[in-house]
């Protein structure tokens, strides 16, 4: 199907069918109930879980098949950000143009950036896209506001000239839409005392994540991608086997700048606000950590990856005391206060304590990542033979 | 005239003149072995030939056109394949895919971003190959990681993936070093068994007194950066020269 191997195939209906019915599946918990706060089916949070998605499938085509490790990925997010943010001020609310536009500057980007960083590697070529990075935040807040509306950001005004939309009517605001279609705009299920909500920007982000997806296994089964696993593995040998690794490693570098470029160009479709926090530091780090949590150099690794920080990130930071004590009010007084104490860290603010103990376990005891556990799991239901595992990228563990 | 002439060729690092003034000529069809004790040069003369190093002096000719300048990948496509001492493969690969990008290379030149194709199903590198890993003796390991073969092995995929380019120049850099009897056993044989078959030109160095005289045609010895003396093995093995500078002390180790 689509010149993909049946195995692989199956592994992108697989995901088509869990992001087509992502809202039954993150809404397990009934409304009111005392779970309900575990649902993960509201529309801003499942935007989040694609669009990084999308972020960390392109991060992975670099780190995950060369091994350069990026440190600045959330400069081309950043910058296709505000690509897609100027062509809804400037031409039209609806999203094509601003998305198309902002893969295309990202890749530009990326390609100034790549040419300058590739020619050192290991932590050499990290600090230099770190320190890229970095100058792009800085000169976004200083010099650069009149571009990037410096602390305040930009938003779509009333006053924009959008010169492809037709005049605003009195007291409507811009909103950001596919050809009408509003991407705000849901449906709501009610089924019994669940509720589900279809939202327009997921799906159209989630079709684009599919797409992207799709993209990055066609990369990973190429000769292109056997190449750039070939740069990771032993570059010497690559050299004197006639291939110029070069150009591989900067196509790759440039392909995963405008997978960023796209999920930041997706971001300001779903919610339209851009500010330049979105390219500071701790924004790379996060995409390193998704991937290396999934699973690096996996398909589907960097996707689980991204689900689960940005799961934790906006569930696990919800929980504050007020519902722990209501969770063991069971418990007699003083032992309710004692474990109410014992959990609070993990909790509430205290989530990256938790996210930082479940990587470093991750780390250690899965060093293929999320992946790598599933695989176990699977191999503990089914005993099959040591044959089937023909190391083909998938199954290959990362380093 | 050979098929790779080096003329006058020197090189400097720092104060220690590693090359002193090396003319070699090695002829087509021929297998060439430079041998030399210790820090006689080898290793930075085979640098200089595949581009890796830029001697300071002389020119390198291959097939009438010069290496010198060119980068080991723009030398590798004109026909100079490189055998490594500790064995260079692709060892987070399989042994199937580490033959194919040889022929991808081969094929396709130094950089091609086919990025829509599904490697499995182009059929001639595929078979190609398959057709390398069979003359290897390797096809029942081809689903194998290049990195869990045994040293024998990498050595024999290895030299698969260089012949798999046709190169008219094969260079082995102590293709037996740090390898068991039945190993080098192996390799001879392999080596051997690539000269009787193809058209090729080997140039190799080597420290194994066995592995030498059991292929070599000519021998070159190297002794501090300049070349002592030129011959065929049976007039090596009794030069004085050579004896004095190199033959003594391993013939009997050996």
Redesign the interface.
């Known amino acids: 199907m689509f010149g993909l191997e049946k195995k692989d195939a199956r592994l992108l209906i697989l995901v088509a069918v869990l992001v087509a019915f992502a809202p039954f599946i993150l809404n397990p918990f009934p409304e009111g109930s005392g779970l309900a706060q575990f649902n993960a089916g509201y529309p801003d949070l499942m935007q989040r879980f694609v669009i990084f998605g999308i972020f960390a499938i392109g991060f992975n085509i670099l780190f995950g098949l060369t091994g350069y490790l990026s440190f600045g990925h959330a400069a081309f997010l950043g910058v296709g950000s505000y690509a897609a943010m100027w062509m809804m001020k400037l031409l039209t609310m609806n999203v094509i143009p601003g998305i198309v536009v902002s893969v295309i500057v990202a890749g530009v980007f990326s390609l100034a950036v790549g040419w300058i960083s590739l020619r050192r590697s290991g932590i050499y070529f990290s600090i230099l896209t770190l320190a890229f990075a970095q100058m792009s935040y800085s000169l976004a807040y200083s010099v650069l506001t009149p571009l990037t509306g410096g602390e305040t950001g930009l938003q779509p005004k009333i006053t924009d000239p959008r010169i492809l939309d037709a005049a605003l009517a009195p007291g409507a605001t811009p909103k950001a839409n596919l050809f009408g279609l509003e991407m705000g705009s849901s449906v709501e299920l009610g089924m019994g005392s669940w509720l589900f909500t279809f939202n327009a920007g997921y799906y159209v982000a989630a079709i684009v994540m599919l797409v992207a997806f799709y993209m990055s296994i066609r990369i990973f089964r190429s000769p292109f991608g056997m190449m750039l696993r070939a740069v990771k593995s032993n570059q010497q040998r690559l050299n004197y086997t006639g291939l110029n690794t070069k150009p591989y490693t900067l196509a790759a570098f440039v392909i995963s700048g405008m997978y960023a470029g796209l999920a930041g160009g997706l971001m300001v479709a779903m919610d339209t606000q851009v500010g330049a926090e979105r390219m500071f530091w701790t924004a790379s780090g996060e995409v390193v950590l998704m991937t290396i949590l999934g699973g690096v150099g996996t398909l589907i690794g960097p996707v689980l990856g991204a689900g689960a920080i940005k799961y934790m990130e906006n569930i696990l930071s919800k929980i504050n005391s007020d519902i722990l004590h209501t969770w063991f009010a069971f418990l007699p007084d003083g032992l309710e206060d004692f474990v109410v104490t014992l959990i609070y860290p993990f909790i509430g603010k205290g989530w990256h304590l938790t996210l930082g103990l479940i990587f470093m376990a991750v780390v250690i005891f899965l060093p293929g990542g999320l992946v790598e556990g599933g695989q176990k799991i699977a191999k503990l239901f089914k005993r099959k033979s040591p044959v089937d595992d023909s190391p083909d990228g998938k199954t290959t563990p990362a380093e | 005239m050979g098929i790779l002439e080096v003329k006058n060729v020197g090189k400097r690092f720092g104060g220690l003149q590693a090359l002193g003034d090396v003319n070699l000529s090695i002829a087509e069809n021929s297998v060439h072995a430079i041998i030399g004790p210790n820090g006689a040069g080898k290793s930075t003369l085979l640098n200089c030939l595949?581009g890796k190093l830029i001697p300071d002096t002389g020119s390198v000719m291959f097939d009438g056109q010069s290496v010198l300048g060119r980068?080991?990948?723009e030398i590798?496509?004109m026909g100079i394949?490189?055998v490594?001492q500790t064995p260079?493969?692709?060892?987070?690969?399989?042994v199937m895919?580490n033959m194919?990008?040889?022929c991808?290379?081969?094929r396709?030149?130094?950089?091609?971003?086919?990025?829509?194709?599904?490697?499995?199903?182009?059929r001639e590198?595929v078979e190609r190959a398959e057709h390398m890993l069979e003359e290897m003796n390797m096809s029942d390991k081809r689903?194998?990681?290049a990195a869990s073969m045994s040293r024998g092995d990498k050595r024999r995929l290895e030299i698969g993936?260089c012949l798999s380019?046709e190169p008219r120049l094969l260079l082995l850099d102590e293709p037996t070093a740090g390898m068991a009897r039945a190993d080098t056993n192996n390799t001879i044989d392999l080596l051997k068994q690539i000269k009787e078959e193809r058209n090729i030109t080997i140039a190799i160095i080597e420290h194994d007194m066995h592995v030498v005289f059991s292929l070599a045609e000519r021998i070159t010895v190297l002794a501090q950066g300049t070349p002592l003396v030129e011959d065929t093995p049976d007039n090596i093995k009794g030069h004085p020269k050579v004896r004095e500078a190199y033959l003594g002390e391993t013939q009997e180790a050996a």
């Open positions: 595949v980068k080991p990948y590798n496509q394949s490189r490594f260079e493969i692709f060892g987070d690969l399989s895919e194919m990008i040889p991808f290379a081969k396709d030149g130094s950089f091609k971003p086919n990025v829509f194709i599904n490697m499995l199903k182009d590198i689903h194998m990681h993936m380019q």
